[in-house]
């Protein structure tokens, strides 16, 4: 079925951090669910918005990163054909191989789910995948790369081809809001957060007013403008303004915990610490998804000496983000404090094998051979 976006609903991406940062936490929910509106098969009460082109987008740009920095394939490049033939999730894949893929996907949808053996999954997956895209089966081929990324997350053909499918639904959809609504306050939105990719930000603010001259009350343009304040050069006026913008945001939206967020970092930047705090865990009451508001809020609660507060943030941040240094860092520096020196060592070790493991990395890249 093609693609429709006449009727679509973005009421899945209420929060305003979500309907405004692409903070890339969801991948997977968002691409499912971005997918399923794209097709029009939710109910609707409101206008199509380019909120969901931010999703697809998101979930590309994660996928290309991880593309880069995948080895060689997490999984074989050349499977073998098991000797039994007369399974049918076997059959359908004979049949996707023989280009017959609508007798294919009515077995591989079946069956699919079921298959334990690994290599066979990603077979299946696979298979699903390209029938699926020949067939214009959106929904079915966004399912099956969504979950070989999940099965196979550093594969780098399921990464390619997931990249390549939502770039091309984010890119038809976009094409098509031109045509369907071209001086509506969505693409006009769309022109600006390019302007925006392009670093060119009197253009995209001068949207943005606009916009906000038309729809007051709309929600996630202030926000914007609060970004674009903080990332223009920096003026003497800056933080104001964009303390300004996120306020009146909020006004609008009050569970932005994107806005919250940068309030909070306004004000530790002020030398505002209880300030900081309030804001920072108010983001992360509203959105439990926002590692980056655990880790500010644990850091500021460290830097006020209020260190068995910060444990259970950084906790609760490292768990989100294993593998982020500065995480383990302030955690260890907590349970130091706290007399915790097991805890401490731990932490500090865990810190220092993953700059470690990064430098290697970067190392390699840098060199062009792959890292150990």
């Known amino acids: 079925m093609p693609i429709s976006i006449l009727n679509p609903s973005w009421r899945f991406l209420r929060f305003g951090v979500r309907a405004t940062v692409v903070k890339?936490?969801?991948?997977?929910?968002?691409?499912?669910?971005?997918?399923?509106?794209?097709?029009?098969?939710?109910?609707?009460?409101?206008?199509?918005?380019?909120?969901?082109?931010?999703?697809?987008?998101?979930?590309?740009?994660?996928?290309?990163?991880?593309?880069a920095q995948a080895s060689a394939s997490s999984a074989p490049s050349q499977h073998s054909v098991s000797p039994e033939r007369s399974t049918p999730i076997e059959r359908g894949i004979d049949l996707a191989a023989k280009g017959q893929c609508?007798?294919?996907?009515?077995?591989?949808?079946?069956?699919?789910?079921?298959?334990?053996?690994?290599?066979?999954?990603?077979?299946?997956?696979?298979?699903?995948?390209?029938?699926?895209?020949?067939?214009?089966?959106?929904?079915?081929?966004?399912?099956?790369?969504?979950?070989?990324?999940?099965?196979?997350?550093?594969?780098?053909?399921?990464?390619?081809?997931?990249?390549?499918?939502?770039?091309?639904?984010?890119?038809?959809?976009?094409?098509?809001?031109?045509?369907?609504?071209?001086?509506?306050?969505?693409?006009?939105?769309?022109?600006?957060?390019?302007?925006?990719?392009?670093?060119?930000?009197?253009?995209?603010?001068?949207?943005?007013?606009?916009?906000?001259?038309?729809?007051?009350?709309?929600?996630?343009?202030?926000?914007?403008?609060?970004?674009?304040?903080?990332?223009?050069?920096?003026?003497?006026?800056?933080?104001?303004?964009?303390?300004?913008?996120?306020?009146?945001?909020?006004?609008?939206?009050?569970?932005?915990?994107?806005?919250?967020?940068?309030?909070?970092?306004?004000?530790?930047?002020?030398?505002?610490?209880?300030?900081?705090?309030a804001h920072f865990a108010t983001a992360a009451k509203i959105d439990p998804h926002f590692a980056d508001a655990f880790l500010s809020l644990g850091t500021a609660l460290n830097a006020a000496g209020r260190y068995e507060e910060a444990v259970p943030q950084l906790e609760h941040y490292v768990k989100m983000a294993p593998d982020n240094l500065a995480g383990h860092y302030q955690l260890s520096i907590a349970y130091a404090r706290m007399g915790r020196r097991e805890d401490a060592v731990r932490e500090m070790t865990l810190h220092q094998q993953l700059f470690e493991k990064q430098q290697a990395a970067d190392k390699a890249r840098a060199t062009g051979a792959a890292p150990h």
């Not at 409101?46 to 996928?63: E, K, M």
């Not at 304040?229 to 006026?237: G, I, N, R, V």
């Not at 909020?250 to 306004?266: S, Y």
């Open 102 to 277: 609508e007798e294919a996907l009515s077995l591989l949808k079946k069956f699919t789910a079921s298959v334990n053996v690994k290599e066979l999954k990603y077979r299946a997956l696979m298979a699903t995948v390209r029938c699926a895209m020949k067939q214009r089966d959106d929904r079915a081929a966004a399912d099956a790369l969504l979950d070989m990324k999940r099965e196979f997350p550093e594969d780098p053909e399921v990464l390619y081809m997931t990249s390549q499918f939502f770039l091309g639904i984010a890119e038809g959809a976009s094409q098509e809001l031109t045509v369907v609504a071209p001086n509506s306050y969505q693409t006009r939105e769309l022109q600006a957060e390019t302007f925006e990719s392009q670093e060119k930000w009197p253009e995209a603010v001068a949207i943005y007013r606009k916009i906000l001259e038309e729809n007051p009350k709309l929600r996630g343009i202030h926000y914007r403008l609060g970004r674009a304040a903080l990332s223009q050069p920096e003026s003497p006026t800056s933080s104001q303004d964009a303390k300004k913008e996120f306020e009146q945001e909020l006004a609008i939206d009050p569970v932005n915990a994107g806005a919250e967020f940068w309030l909070g970092e306004i004000a530790r930047l002020d030398g505002q610490g209880d300030n900081a705090i």
């Open 24 to 67: 890339c936490r969801d991948w997977e929910r968002f691409g499912r669910v971005g997918v399923r509106i794209l097709e029009g098969k939710t109910e609707t009460r409101a206008p199509f918005s380019p909120l969901g082109f931010r999703v697809l987008a998101c979930l590309v740009l994660w996928t290309a990163r991880t593309l």
